[in-house]
């Protein structure tokens, strides 16, 4: 079956400490996001990518950074510098003029203390 | 710029009432519309769709209809189910200069109750 993988499904980290979320996807996608869920805030866009070696910034970039190097595969990383990470991530694809149409990952949910 | 917005909830209904979750909306030119729902504990699923003005999406019993005059694109169910229970995203593309992003709402959760 195809579809979006994001792993681990929980993570915890101490303040301070770098932590990569994994998002994989085998639908043959050109493009990925990667959202941030805070509670009455709906999803907001951290980066995207709409091909392999490119990437922009979304609407709230600072504290994070990605790479896309394969198709397939969009991790994230939550760095330090990242004043409140504690959030639940969401990935997602889109085929090449998917027209809005995005698959999401099941999420991973970060806590850092 | 371009954002959505959505009702407040929990809505809390009993099964088989109607259900209308509100959605308006501000953007540049025509945006395409979604709606989007999320289960407990999992990631988005799309809904429906609309990419024209009066198109009405549909799915699963639930419809929404792309009203320009308005700028809405309420979500409606004649029979809801306790399944049903979930968030609702109203969300819009712009069709040219937005980087094919998805603008999302703020989510309605929906509680259905037997």
């Known amino acids: 079956d195809g579809g979006i993988t994001q792993s681990p499904k929980y993570l915890f980290r101490k303040e301070g400490q770098n932590v990569t979320l994994s998002c994989e996807q085998n639908?043959?996608?050109?493009?990925m996001y990667w959202y941030r869920q805070d509670p009455g805030q709906g999803l907001r866009l951290i980066y995207y990518?709409?091909?392999?070696?490119?990437?922009q910034k979304g609407d709230i970039a600072e504290g994070y950074s990605v790479s896309r190097e394969k198709k397939e595969s969009f991790p994230l990383t939550v760095t330090s510098a990242q004043k409140n990470p504690t959030a639940f991530y969401l990935c997602?694809?889109?085929?090449?003029?998917?027209?809005?149409?995005?698959?999401f990952g099941p999420g991973t949910r970060l806590t850092v203390t | 710029g371009d954002s959505v917005t959505q009702m407040e909830g929990p809505v809390t209904l009993s099964e088989e009432a109607f259900l209308t979750i509100n959605c308006t909306y501000t953007?540049?030119?025509?945006?395409?519309l979604f709606w989007y729902v999320q289960y407990p504990g999992e990631g988005l699923q799309l809904l429906l769709k609309?990419?024209?003005?009066?198109d009405k999406g549909s799915n699963k019993g639930f419809e929404a209809t792309y009203r320009k005059e308005t700028t809405s694109f309420h979500l409606e169910k004649g029979s809801v189910q306790v399944s049903d229970s979930a968030v609702y995203f109203c969300?819009?593309?712009?069709?040219?200069?937005?980087?094919?992003?998805?603008?999302f709402g703020t989510g309605t959760q929906l509680k259905v109750e037997l």
């Open positions: 639908l043959n996608h050109d493009a």
């Open positions: 953007a540049t030119g025509y945006p395409s």
């Open positions: 997602a694809s889109e085929k090449r003029e998917g027209l809005g149409e995005q698959y």
């Open positions: 609309a990419t024209k003005a009066d």
């Open positions: 969300a819009l593309r712009r069709p040219t200069g937005g980087g094919n992003k998805l603008t």
């Open positions: 990518s709409q091909i392999v070696n490119d990437f």
